[in-house]
């Protein structure tokens, strides 16, 4: 599944729930934020189901049981099976289970969806740094977690034994605004022992590894709405990707992404998976989709009209071009503003 580095967005003549044996969709900012479905996912979903694709779920959050995810998605009108989901928490139990014996205590500073992988593993969780555990695991834990559980990670961090955490993303999208992820809390160990801990979750190989394994996805196509887990979890695992703008990532950030985080395609929203994506065309010194065309030199010019995500693909064809295997430093903000981003 090896492919170049991308320098410039990609169009598509079919769909790409045809065009892509499975979907591998990320949940927070993608098909619901704060528990609420988010605006044409349902609808979007059920049509490219209906069409063959496959679904897949593939979330960083270790909080829930496959089981709790699937029912959540299947009350939102989105028919879905256990098996369906794949967790972060998963991903860190089997690499957990490559490194320690069967039966193994491992100690448990998250939710149930942890217990549960773990137990699915072999392994056994246990609650205190004083129960002779093997292994650390560290996972989402809720807006309610004790300051007490990071503690107790600590005391046996710093006693050596091996540290996992199921992902480290910095941010979680809730209902009423960004709030602190696993990655925040993850900080807060790292501080108090100076460890580094072994990570599954996306963008990294353990998580792109376990969901290929549960999904047997052939030609799949990563879908989410961050750059530094989603789209670069696709770039790690040489697959495409399509960033929907349902959740983190606004267009001075797409802008600004280096070579790891560039999605194939860019949409609004999950309804991009049932179109075809607009085609990018070199014109000049510039880039045209749609009926705009971008340029850049020391900064970013936008002419044309139409859809304004039509011009936000032209921008990001001409910025990374710019930019080549470096980060985008110019400066689009002007631009932006004119297609009302």
Known sequence: ???????????????????????????DGVVYAGGNAIAHAVGSLERA????????????????????????????????????????????????SEQVPAGARVLVIGGEGLRVALRE????????????????????????MPWGRFAEASYAVARGVPWFASNTDLTIPSGRGIAPGNGAAVEVVRIATGAEPQVAGKPLPPMHRETILR???????????????????????????????????????LLAAPPRHRPTYVDADLRGLLTGQPEITREGEGFRCGGWTATA????????????????????????TAAGDGSCEVDGEKALARLGL
């Open 1 to 27: 599944m090896s492919r170049s580095v991308r320098t410039r967005p990609e169009g598509s003549g079919q769909p790409l729930s045809e065009a892509y044996d499975t979907a591998l969709l990320d949940l």
């Open 49 to 96: 189901r209906a069409g063959g694709m496959h679904l897949a779920y593939v979330t960083n959050n270790a909080l829930r049981t496959p089981d709790v995810v699937a029912e959540h998605l299947t009350e939102l009108g989105i028919p879905t099976g256990a098996d369906d989901v794949i967790t972060s928490a998963q991903a860190v139990a089997r690499l957990i």
């Open 121 to 144: 593993r072999g392994l056994t969780p246990v609650e205190s740094a004083d129960d002779e555990p093997v292994a650390v695991v560290q996972g989402y834990g809720g807006p309610e």
């Open 215 to 253: 999904t047997g996805a052939e030609r799949p196509l990563v879908v989410g709405d961050r750059l530094d887990t989603d789209i670069e979890g696709a770039f790690n695992g040489g697959v495409d990707s399509l960033l929907v703008l349902t959740g983190v990532t606004d267009g001075p950030r």
């Open 297 to 320: 030199a020391d900064r970013l010019e936008l002419e044309g009209g139409g859809e304004a995500l039509d011009g936000l693909r032209a921008l990001c064809a001409a910025a990374w």
